[in-house]
């Protein structure tokens, strides 16, 4: 076994995240431009540092993938969803916004469904990466971050604090964060509305296909997928969906 995929079974061990699932070059540069960082020549030394001190851990969880987000990215894409959503009478519409990172896609969902008005939601967003599921609890936002949000919605839904904007009761009710690992904890559901974006493309096919098989399971029948770019997937149907636009899958009745 190779240096890298044995340090691979070992943080297994340690954290629980395998990194086989993900595509091995990116990942791999990715970890070893962090080991040199720490000073580190060989994967062995660099994870009995992981054992050791938890903020090396910490950067690594922090670092293995970006978490780079924005609210209301590709702003076309969100109208289509929103004319895509399914209708649920008697209950609020239960989405899970899955790889969230900072928090702007849970609360871009809960501006938009603030905006249309008259529906009842619960957005549950999960992140492998503690660190920033803490920062998306929190839903502080510097100006540049908001920027794509026209000035209206920033000021009903925003408040300023000092050089940044804070993100409103009236959003943040609606969002529960919670740590969750795509390629290793279980499911929830089922649910309406599945947003997964800008994660899937880290991983291996086979763990891409697990993954969607289990949004697929998690959805109740007419229920939504939404993904990001180049993380569309050929034969939806395979998956139980149907097409209903670009980046958006119905799961079938
Ligand atoms: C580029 S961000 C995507 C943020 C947001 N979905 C968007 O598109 O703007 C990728 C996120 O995936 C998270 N991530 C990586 N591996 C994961 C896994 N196995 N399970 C859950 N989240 C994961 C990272 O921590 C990071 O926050």
Known sequence: MDEF??????????TGIDLTLYKRP???????????KRGYRRFQDYFRALEEQPEILNELLDKMTINVSE????PERW??????LPEVAGRPLKAWSAACASGEEPYTLALLLEERGGVRYDILATDIDRAVLARAEQGYYKEHQVRSLPPAWLERYFRRDG?????????????????HNLLADPYPGPLDLIICRNVLIYFTDEAK?????????SLAPGGILF???????IGAERFGFSSVGPFLYRKRD
Do not use: P
């Open 163 to 179: 050089d940044a904007y804070a993100v409103s009761s009236r959003l943040r009710r609606h969002v529960r964060f919670l740590q």
């Open 26 to 36: 990116q990942m791999e540069r990715r970890l070893t431009a962090l080991r040199e």
């Open 71 to 74: 609210f209301l990215r590709n």
């Open 209 to 217: 296909r697990r993954v969607i098989e289990g949004f697929s399971a």
């Open 79 to 84: 109208q289509a969803l929103m004319q895509h």
């Open 227 to 233: 993904v990001g770019s180049t993380e569309q997937f």
């Open 5 to 14: 995929l044995q340090f691979a079974r070992q943080l297994e061990r340690l």
